[in-house]
T-cell receptor, first 112, second 113 residues
Framework: DVKVTQSSRYLVKRTGEKVFLECVQD?????MFWYRQDPGLGLRLIYF???????EKGDIPEGYSVSREKKERFSLILESASTNQTSMYLC???????????FGQGTRLTVV | QQQVKQSPQSLIVQKGGISIINCAYE??????FPWYQQFPGKGPALLIA?????SEKKEGRFTISFNKSAKQFSLHIMDSQPGDSATYFC????????????FGTGTRLKVLA
């Protein structure tokens, strides 16, 4: 069974902290994505990676960076967390040329 | 031009009724239109998808209707059940091979027993 696992379901961090959100997939997928989900705004793409060490900015990359050192792991980094980054973060993966994206269960981040 | 507009924001339907969710897009280069279903506490999961070379696709109680000239597509849930209560997202992607989706804003569906 396909699986995308996000390391935390809930996180509370302080303004200015460096935050790491981790995502691991066990499907040997080349593509991995980080989305942000907010009420009334849907899912918005933050960053995308199509191979190890390769990344592309999505629609809302400001304030975020990513790391992909291994094929199965894709990390989202908030260099200096701010309250407007309080949100649900969703990781997804897919095969190259594969139309279906498989999502993790999400990490609800609160920045106080 | 990259937006996908989804309506309604929320929908309440009686058990056995038909649920209809609509989406509209501007970019005629989009070539793949999936619908994702998300239950509370879970990530979205692919429900059904269509490409613009067909006008309708049906899988069980779920049907996508696609109107290329109007740049609209919709999800119909026939015989809606309480277990269908979830948030539904339409999406679109460009023919890049990467399937980076542009998602709609979501519709929260509640089916009353």
């Amino acid at each position: 069974d396909v699986k995308v696992t996000q390391s935390s379901r809930y996180l509370v961090k302080r303004t200015g902290e460096k935050v790491f959100l981790e995502c691991v997939q066990d499907m040997d997928h080349e593509n991995m994505f980080w989305y942000r989900q907010d009420p009334g705004l849907g899912l918005r793409l933050i960053y995308f990676s199509y191979d190890v060490k390769m990344k592309e900015k999505g629609d809302i990359p400001e304030g975020y960076s990513v790391s992909r050192e291994k094929k199965e792991r894709f990390s989202l980094i908030l260099e200096s967390a701010s309250t407007n980054q309080t949100s649900m973060y969703l990781c997804a993966s897919s095969l190259v040329g594969g139309s279906e994206a498989f999502f993790g269960q999400g990490t609800r981040l609160t920045v106080v | 031009q990259q937006q996908v507009k989804q309506s309604p924001q929320s929908l309440i339907v009686q058990k056995g009724g038909i649920s209809i969710i609509n989406c509209a897009y501007e970019n005629t280069a989009f070539d793949y239109f999936p619908w994702y279903q998300q239950f509370p506490g879970k990530g979205p999961a692919l429900l059904i998808a269509i490409r613009p070379d067909v006008s309708e696709k049906k899988e069980g109680r779920f049907t996508i209707s696609f109107n290329k000239s109007a740049k609209q597509f919709s999800l119909h849930i026939m015989d809606s059940q309480p277990g269908d209560s979830a948030t539904y997202f339409c999406a679109a992607s460009l023919p890049s091979g990467t399937y980076k989706y542009i998602f709609g804003t979501g519709t929260r569906l509640k089916v009353l027993a």
